[in-house]
């Protein structure tokens, strides 16, 4: 029973992102990187997503994931964010794409998880704005 529904979430995630792929501006991870990321953010057990962040060894871009939709349920602290751009320029380099790009389909697909709310994103907003 909590096989099917890691199955069962796991799939779901992917044919959300899936849908809403043709509506993105944004670039996005392959299908088939998408299924990786999900399946390594999904605990195999309850069906969730994981409290801990996936092992970045066994998963990066799942790890990655992880790693920016905790980000963007924080207050945004400039090291998260910027360690996980670090990270892409490693992993990047196995998946023969610029750096820059991956961190951009991550973090698009990172927002698509948090279905668009970023209490980070908000609180670098309001940090920003002109309050004169």
């Known amino acids: 029973m909590a096989n ?45 997503s994981l409290r801990s962040t996936p092992n970045r060894h066994k998963n990066p871009l799942a790890n990655a994931v992880h790693r920016l939709v905790a980000w963007h349920c924080s207050q945004g602290n400039l090291t998260g964010i910027k360690t996980v751009e670090w990270d892409c320029i490693i992993i990047a380099k196995s998946l023969d794409i610029q750096a820059g790009e991956l961190f951009d389909q991550l973090m698009a697909l990172s927002v698509i998880i948090t279905q668009g709310q970023s209490q980070a994103i908000d609180k670098w907003k309001h940090a920003l704005t002109d309050r004169s």
Not at 10 to 38: C, F, G, H, K
Request: charged residues 20%; without cysteine; glycine residues 4%.
């Open 4 to 48: 099917q529904l890691y199955t069962d979430h796991v799939n779901a995630l992917v044919n959300y992102v899936e849908y809403i792929r043709p509506s993105m501006s944004d670039p996005l991870p392959t299908p088939s990187q998408v299924r990786e990321i999900m399946s390594g953010i999904v605990n195999k057990k309850t069906g969730r």
